[in-house]
């Protein structure tokens, strides 16, 4: 039979070396719960170690897009409120028109008329100057100087980003940018006498388009000592342009609200996968691991107990 | 015939062998537990009945008793060769071990304090700035982003170039070099080089006076267990029981001289600030580069972590990366802030930078023209992640950060379009990052660092198991066994015991002749 000669510095290395083992496996287990981490370094498990370091920059990603998202939604649904009042004001306007129109309107109702249309007017200024926090929605790229400004009274100017460049967009996924704001002078309009003073031949006249200039030249109209019907009959037609306008306005929003849920509903999901992705890489599975390290603490019980019996005997005890 | 008093020599002599025999034991029971003692055994063998003061004729008829031959020590050459190769070996992997690992705590992504935390941390808030563009918190958590993410590059550089200082040096502070691990190592190296020559010496002159210095064997061979630690090395026996030392073919030890020692020589660059060198006392150097013939053992692993070679998991590579990262990163985003406008905070209202048209500084000691967002605080002219900084223009006045583009007009300050396109920096691929994000870039760099520090940690389990079964191979033929050092010790005092026994009754016998006579 083939036996090994057993030493005593071979024995007590042996032992040494068992328990130095079974000590750092405990330990290894006993950090691990109380981080509730299976990973502190790449090293632990380079695969999952990948994966948390790119979840960890999606997830970073899609909170970020969420927050714009949530913000574009706000500032959305100002805007929407603001086009709500705009048509209110429009059927208002409407609604005077036709009273204006009716064979039995006499000057006097002319006038009251027409203050009612100018407090109209000064709504829809004050309208297309809504302000989402310190932003003005309505002037595209110039949020912050006042879009919407009276030079002259009983005119309107229009100073934000022309039709066209005023789109503000944001980042709601990856290279993935939607408008957030709609053109000021697209929905509202403007009329104002333009001041040509760099052209001496141009004389300065009255110019503008849109629902501030149907209501403004409606108002001069009434102002007048004798309206012309026929005008103001055409400015109830031009109030249907506008209002149309308004309502293509409202419903580009609308789309817009809609894909902003879309996207933050399919960004949810996707957060919630990387989450589980992200925990399945780096999280303990409590159960097992506590009872790895039951198992563990047995095994070093064990080998403590069957050390102090393998190093107490020698010939000596017997002589 | 011999004479009368042969017997009483001959049980002298077993009484003094059997002494000897049990003085044996008692000096394996006192180093039982002694790190490097070889157990010894008395070699005893029957005395040759043919001595030069006899008579050939009588010397055929009885025996002359026992003689000691020698006192030897229980070893084994093959394992001491395989030991030490092993712990060559292991030594290596457990030094790049310490350092892998070092390095990922270093460089580690997988808390919340990394560069990918910051890097993701520095794009949301461009991200909120491009939908806020005049809004100065959002500008100053941007600035302060940036100066967080360029700290982050500052600090992990200096951390990684502190840890290669450590082992290797630094050639712009020579100091460094006297002092790294790497020197340290090499100084216990040439000492305990020096101390194998010595003992070599001592056993050369023990033995050729015929005496066996397992003392000194046993203080050698410990030695030179401490010698492979360090560096694989050959170790020849020659005659008289001296040994040879070398590396690759340059002998380090031979007989009494310390025929090659190793030396520090500062390189030509940081990449491999320290050099070794291989050179005898009167200055004839036999490798001006060891780095090749120190492939394993403590030194070696200190070397290749502290330099360039690279298909190892180098310290430099690791800075290279990081260089890199912060250097293509800096160069985008500065890219796109000075393709843009920033908001000129000394006019009231607030209107963009002027840069298009014109030619006068909107005001005193401002540039019409954005600056860059990332400059090299060292002056070197080159950003890498230890100069990274937020440019001091930009982070006393955040307006300065070009957040509107190029063609809006003055008063666009509400333009955040260049902002977002900083902010989508993220999802770029730089060709110098070989077509990798920024962040992709460090999930690459992890990755690697991470399998490469899995592997060697991997070798140095494999070769912590190899190692503990050699190590209790050779406990197993040098140790000492207590039951068989007490059964040893029983049998010598009973052979002891015998031999008295055996003188009284010679004694007796003589008594019986000399009380005839008289």
Known sequence: MQFTRITNRYTSENIVNNLLINRSKLVNLQEQISSGKRITKPSDDVLAGISVVSTNNSLGKIENYLKNIDNAQSELETAETALLTTIDSVHTTKELTLQALNASSGPEEMTIINA?????????????????????????????????????????QYNGSPDGSHERRVEISDGVTIPVNLSGEAVFGEYYT?????????????????????????????????????????????????????????????????????????????????????????????????????????????????????????????? | MPSTLYGIYN?????????????????NVANMNTKGYSKQRLEISQASNVAPYQSPVDATQSGMGAIIDSVTRNRDVFLDNSLRRETTDLNYYKEYTDNAVQLENIVNELDDTGLNKTLNDFYNSLSQLA????????????????????????????????????????????DTLTQSKLSIDINDLNNKLSAVANLNDQINLSTSQGMTPNALLDQRDELLDKISEYIPVNITNERNNTVTLSIGAIELVRGKERSGFFEIQAGATNDNPSIVQIKNDA??????????????????????????????????????????????????VNAV????RYIDSSVNPNELSDNLSNPIPPSAG?????????????????????????????????????????TSNLTETGDGSNALLMSQIRNQGLAVLGGATTQGYITNVTGKLGTQSKNIQDNYDIKSNILQQVTQKRESVIGVNLDEELTDLVRFQRSYEASAKVMQTLSQTLTTIINMMG
Do not use: C, H
């Open chain 1, 116 to 156: 009612q249309i100018k407090q109209i007017i000064e709504q829809v200024k004050d309208l297309g100057n809504t302000k989402y926090g310190s932003k003005f929605i309505f002037g595209g790229l110039q949020t912050e100087p006042t879009p919407f400004t009276a030079p002259v009274a009983g005119e309107i």
């Open chain 1, 194 to 319: 333009a001041d040509w003073d760099s052209d001496v031949m141009t004389p300065d006249t009255l110019d503008g388009q849109g629902l501030l200039k149907t209501l403004i030249s409606l108002s001069n109209e009434l102002a007048m000592p004798a309206p012309d019907k026929d005008f103001i009959r055409q400015q109830l037609d031009s109030l249907d342009t506008d209002m149309q306008t308004v309502l293509n306005a409202q419903s580009e929003l609308g789309s817009l609200s809609s894909r902003l849920e879309m996207t933050k509903s399919n960004l949810q999901d996707d957060q919630l996968n990387l989450t589980k992705i992200k925990s399945g890489a780096e999280d303990i599975d409590m159960a097992k691991t506590i009872s790895e390290l039951q198992f563990q603490q047995t095994a070093l019980q064990a080998s403590l107990q069957v050390s102090s019996q393998v190093i107490q005997p020698s010939l000596l005890d017997y002589m």
């Open chain 2, 11 to 27: 049980a002298q002599r077993a009484l003094s062998l059997n002494q000897a025999a049990i003085d044996i034991i008692n000096s």
């Open chain 2, 131 to 174: 939908s806020n563009p005049n809004d100065f918190v959002v500008r100053n958590s941007v600035v302060q982003n940036a100066i967080t993410l360029a700290t982050t590059f500052n600090n992990t550089y200096t951390s990684l170039q502190n840890e290669k200082t450590g082992l290797v040096g630094d050639i712009n502070n020579p």
């Open chain 2, 283 to 332: 200055g004839s150097v036999f490798s001006t580069n060891a780095y090749s013939l120190i492939t394993s053992g403590k030194i070696g692993a200190i070397l290749q972590t502290g330099g360039d070679d690279p298909g190892k998991l180098t310290i430099k590579g690791i800075m290279d990366s990081l260089n890199s990262l912060a250097s293509e990163f800096a160069t985008a």
């Open chain 2, 337 to 340: 802030q000075t393709n843009g």
């Open chain 2, 366 to 406: 401002t540039d019409p023209d954005p600056e860059d967002f990332f400059v090299d605080s060292s002056g070197l002219g080159v950003i890498n992640a230890g100069n990274i900084s937020v440019n001091a223009i930009i982070s006393n006045d955040p307006y300065q950060i070009a957040a509107a583009k190029l």
